[in-house]
């Protein structure tokens, strides 16, 4: 596992057409024994001249298979498998309802498990009671903090608990994300308690930081500065795993993504090539010309979807346009720009719409039952031009288990 | 890393309405006692009691108001005393984990690294510390005013009165506790510590009604705390066993409960 944090990008097309996935299926199956067991022979090395060496970034922090949970007769989530290496930030995106605070909420042992196994940090949750939880940070994706305490004295609080904090550790970060600690907790604003819910996850350095929804309620500068502290973290050698339903977001910060929609893992693949990020939604106004003539420019390229022209009612009135842009935006932009373009929006799509628009059926009743282990975790390319690794849909995996 | 995180936020985080307990505590009793002289004393209570219907009399346990002991048993320990702990006990039973849990605290608490045991036990330590600060406060009140009030009670019937009505409130409370983390619901776990309050008080005033009814004192547990009159007689170890051995039991119920559940938010 000795492979570079940022891989390169892959330069085959992010999802291969059928009849050429099995054939990726076996040659990655192949890369994967391959792979294990040069790992296991470099592991042994390793630990015959330092049981630490490399800790952080090798090994997997985070091991998922067949993790089920119901309530009752909802499955909220369906046997999902995935894993997460240390040292990396993982994307768990969806919509709501999806499945990600129930699997986030498992990790951390607030919730069991239905079935399935899990290996966080080496250990299974459920086993590793405090002493495990002590090594994770974690946001709640509800955060709720109401007491009447004041910041500084509920951040004390959980250093109590999972402690130690580097002194002035919890001043340093109140202060990049200006936070006033001196304040009774429940008289914060939702973004000030969510920096707050930030802060603790953070402030004690944990190995394994969880954060459900982290974002939510802060403004774009304090995003960015949040974007930030998780690169900082992972340079450090912490593992992240977040969960988002903003694509941009998740984009920004993780190396590798998950795709989950009503309780399954959908796709999985490196946040570079997922494919959920190219879909665009467009809507442009174009003056000086007639809707047939724009369909003419625009009808032949092959990124457009949905298309839909909208004529103004005389003859010379603007054109509105709208469309699905699936692929690289640069084609449509260089088309528009042979009009007189009035006005013009390209924009992230809801995840939910994405999500089903990409993964259909699979989304709602899911094929992932029968995935088999090994070749579920794509490996990254060992170097430049090494095969594919982009992200993978759920059913092209079929496999039994090792 | 310090000890007892659990029980430090929680006093921490409720020693404002502690002291609001307390004062109402100090008021009752301040308006309560020094009228014995008055009216129990010199027998014009018992003029008024004998003009009562004897049901109603003895449903409130005023049989003996005459002595200063039966006073202060019949108007603070067996009533308004055991009415404002139990209100106070049992919100805070039901607010420790099931409170906690509604309102989201438990879930990150728990994701900190608190086992969940050592949740319930902290919990449950500090229902006994806040209640045991009101009973001394409530003691002490009574101890202060025994002399101006000429109640002539003696400190080992006001030690065993207190640690008698710390036992029985602690029962509805750690009802409410032991609910709470069975259900994760506050609206159970108040409803359970108020329904074994209520039971307790209920059985005994009827069984006050009769000789014939006397039996039903085995089950009540403010029969256990009381029927031995402790302000006047003292200790009564057996029936004080199985007050705080219920609750202790009732701890356990908590703890396994929350161990074994998932928490929801």
Not at chain 1, 90 to 103: C, H, Q, R, V
Not at chain 1, 295 to 313: A, K, M, Q, V, Y
Request: net charge neutral; aromatic share 6%; glycine share 12%.
């Amino acid at each position: 596992m000795d492979r570079p944090r940022r891989p390169c990008l892959p330069d085959t097309p992010p999802l291969l057409s059928d009849n050429l996935r099995s054939i990726s299926i076996v040659t990655t199956l192949w890369r994967e024994y391959a792979a294990a067991m040069a790992d296991r022979l470099s592991a042994g090395q390793q630990r015959d001249v330092d049981p630490d060496a490399g800790s952080a970034s090798r090994g997997r922090a985070i091991e998922v298979h067949g993790l089920t949970k119901h309530y009752g007769p909802h499955e909220a989530v369906r046997g999902i498998r995935f894993s997460v290496e240390r040292g990396t930030v993982y994307g768990l995106i969806g919509p709501n309802g999806a499945g990600k605070t129930t699997t986030l909420r498992m990790l951390v042992d607030i919730i069991r498990p239905s079935s399935g196994t899990m290996r966080v940090l080496g250990v299974d949750p459920r086993r590793g009671g405090p002493a495990l939880r002590r090594r994770i940070g974690y946001l709640p994706g509800d955060l709720r903090l109401s007491t009447r305490m004041r910041g500084r004295a509920l951040l004390d609080h959980f250093a109590r608990i999972s402690g130690p904090v580097a002194p002035g550790a919890i001043d340093a970060l109140a202060e990049r994300f200006d936070l006033d600690l001196d304040r009774p907790v429940r008289a914060l604003s939702k973004g000030n308690r969510q920096k707050l819910g930030i802060v603790q996850a953070f402030m004690h350095e944990p190995e394994l930081i969880v954060l459900d929804e982290p974002t939510g309620g802060l403004d774009p500068l304090m995003q960015r500065e949040f974007i930030d502290l998780v690169r900082e973290a992972r340079d450090r050698g912490q593992t992240l795993l977040l969960s988002s339903h903003v694509l941009s977001e998740i984009q920004q910060a993780a190396d590798r993504v998950a795709v989950l929609s009503a309780g399954r893992l959908v796709a999985e693949g490196d946040v570079e090539s997922l494919r959920l990020a190219s879909i665009r939604r467009l809507r442009a106004t174009i003056a000086g010309t007639t809707a047939d003539a724009v369909g003419g420019t625009l009808g032949s390229i092959s990124e457009l979807r949905d298309l839909t022209l909208t004529p103004g009612g005389e003859a010379r009135d603007p054109v509105r346009v709208a469309a699905t842009i699936d692929g690289p935006v640069d084609p449509v932009i260089k088309a528009l720009a042979r009009h007189l373009v009035v006005d013009l929006t390209v924009e992230e799509p809801d995840l939910e719409e994405s999500v089903l628009s990409l993964y259909g059926d699979e989304g709602r009743q899911g094929q992932e039952t029968s995935l088999g282990t090994g070749s579920r975790f794509i490996r990254r390319p060992r170097h430049a031009g090494d095969g594919h690794a982009g992200p993978r849909r759920s059913g092209d995996t079929e496999g039994g288990p090792q | 890393m310090r000890a007892l995180p659990v029980f430090r936020r929680s006093l921490a985080d409720s020693w404002r309405p502690l002291i609001a307990w307390a004062i109402a505590i100090v008021a009752v009793l301040a308006l309560y006692l020094p009228l014995y002289p008055d009216i129990g004393g010199n027998g014009q209570l018992a003029q008024i009691i004998e003009g009562l219907p004897q049901g109603l009399v003895n449903a409130l346990g005023y049989a003996s108001i005459g002595t200063g002991a039966g006073y202060a048993q019949a108007t603070f320990y067996g009533l308004m005393g055991f009415l404002l702990l139990s209100i106070a006990s049992i919100s805070w039973g039901g607010a420790a984990i099931a409170g906690a849990e509604e309102s989201g605290r438990l879930e990150l608490d728990l994701a900190h690294g608190v086992g969940r045991t050592q949740y319930a036990l902290e919990s449950a330590l500090t229902l006994v510390v806040k209640l045991a600060a009101l009973v001394t406060v409530a003691g002490v009140m009574v101890w202060t005013l025994n002399g101006p009030a000429e109640l002539g009670l003696d400190a080992e019937g006001v030690l065993a009165a207190s640690v008698s009505l710390m036992g029985l409130t602690l029962i509805g409370a750690t009802a409410a506790l032991a609910v709470g983390a069975l259900t994760g619901r506050r609206a159970f776990a108040t409803a359970a510590g108020a329904a074994i309050a209520v039971y307790g008080y209920a059985l005994n005033a009827i069984a006050n009604q009769s000789e014939r009814l006397d039996w039903l004192r085995n089950a009540s547990p403010y029969s256990w705390a009381f029927e031995s009159a402790p302000l006047a007689e003292g200790f009564d170890w057996p029936r004080l066993a199985l007050l705080w051995g219920i609750s202790a039991a009732l701890v356990a119920v908590a703890a396994v409960a929350l161990r074994r559940r998932d928490v929801l938010g």
